[in-house]
């Protein structure tokens, strides 16, 4: 039975599209999966694909961000992770080689069986949640619009233009089409007929 289940986690292990590595206390990958080795060569040159050494990868990730992300990652996990005993998750993005940013969960789980001759050993799962990222992205967009929307608006008192966020003066139109995803047509309301074109304004009085 437990040969059986061992072929079983293997295939699982191989067969999931999450990107799945086993790395030692010395944050060397003793083992990954396909997801893993065909998700790398997406994301980094050959020559950083090579690495075997957890955090030498993130850190290779962090050369190709602006913000160094991975780097502050891997240094946390450097001096605060091993031994492991606890399960960590955090989101990196990554840029690929044709430029378009991608983000990973990663989920860092000691591997405890007492069948296993090495005891420090962890299974890191990188899972590709780049839409969901997105989503979040829109959404908070749309809440700080909404935001704007429902709070104070300067309006000047003579032209009745409104002053945005970034402190420039918009029409109406214009700040609401910013701000929403109104679309406006042009028409002319009927005291501005009386006011405007006083000649026409007896079509008001008699509406067909």
């Known amino acids: 039975m437990r040969h059986f289940t061992s072929d079983l986690e293997s295939l699982s292990f191989q067969s999931t599209k999450h990107q799945l590595i086993i790395i030692d206390q010395h944050w060397i990958i003793r083992s990954c999966n396909?997801?893993?080795?065909?998700?790398?060569h997406k994301l980094l040159s050959y020559a950083a694909c090579r690495h075997n050494h957890y955090l030498h990868l993130m850190e290779a990730w962090s050369a190709q961000q602006k913000n160094g992300y991975p780097s502050q990652i891997a240094h946390f996990l450097r001096h605060n992770?091993?031994?492991?005993?606890?399960?960590?998750?955090?989101?990196?993005?990554?840029?690929?080689?044709?430029?378009?940013?991608?983000w990973f969960r990663v989920e860092l789980t000691p591997l405890q069986d007492n069948s296993l001759a090495d005891k420090h050993l962890a299974l890191v799962a990188h899972?590709?949640?780049t839409e969901q990222k997105k989503t979040e992205l829109e959404l908070r967009q749309a809440?700080?619009?909404?935001?704007?929307?429902?709070?104070?608006?300067?309006i000047c008192a003579v032209c009745k233009h409104i002053k945005d966020e970034s402190d420039e003066w918009n029409s109406v139109e214009r700040y609401l089409e910013k701000h929403t995803s109104a679309e406006f047509t042009h028409d002319i309301?009927?005291?501005?007929?009386?006011?405007?074109?006083?000649?026409?304004?007896?079509?008001?009085d008699h509406p067909h």
């Open 34 to 40: 396909r997801a893993w080795q065909h998700g790398l």
């Open 81 to 102: 992770v091993v031994p492991f005993s606890e399960a960590h998750t955090y989101d990196i993005p990554v840029t690929t080689e044709h430029n378009e940013e991608k």
């Open 127 to 129: 899972t590709d949640i």
């Open 143 to 154: 809440l700080n619009e909404a935001r704007t929307l429902y709070g104070l608006l300067p």
């Open 189 to 204: 309301c009927p005291e501005c007929i009386r006011r405007l074109y006083p000649k026409y304004s007896t079509i008001l």
